[in-house]
């Protein structure tokens, strides 16, 4: 697992209605998803290249 850190600020996607989503938040050299729900359950970490490579796809509606 990748390190990341304690104090990140995470935020939540502007079209999140209520609090069932996901929150994420970036790091140095990763970015990280948690479930808004469950906060304290953990988180997933991906390498800041893979993260916006996702994103990417997802905005040229590639998935």
């Given at each position: 697992?990748?390190?990341?850190?304690?104090?990140?600020?995470?935020?939540?996607?502007?079209?999140?209605?209520?609090?069932?989503?996901?929150?994420?938040?970036?790091?140095?050299?990763?970015?990280?998803?948690?479930?808004t729900?469950?906060?304290?359950?953990?988180?997933l970490?991906?390498?800041?290249?893979?993260?916006?490579?996702?994103?990417?796809?997802?905005?040229?509606?590639?998935?």
């Amino acid at each position: 697992m990748q390190p990341f850190p304690h104090a990140a600020r995470w935020r939540t996607s502007t079209y999140t209605q209520q609090q069932n989503c996901v929150e994420v938040a970036d790091g140095p050299n990763s970015s990280a998803l948690r479930d808004t729900k469950n906060r304290d359950a953990g988180k997933l970490v991906f390498p800041g290249v893979e993260w916006r490579s996702f994103l990417r796809a997802v905005k040229n509606d590639a998935i």
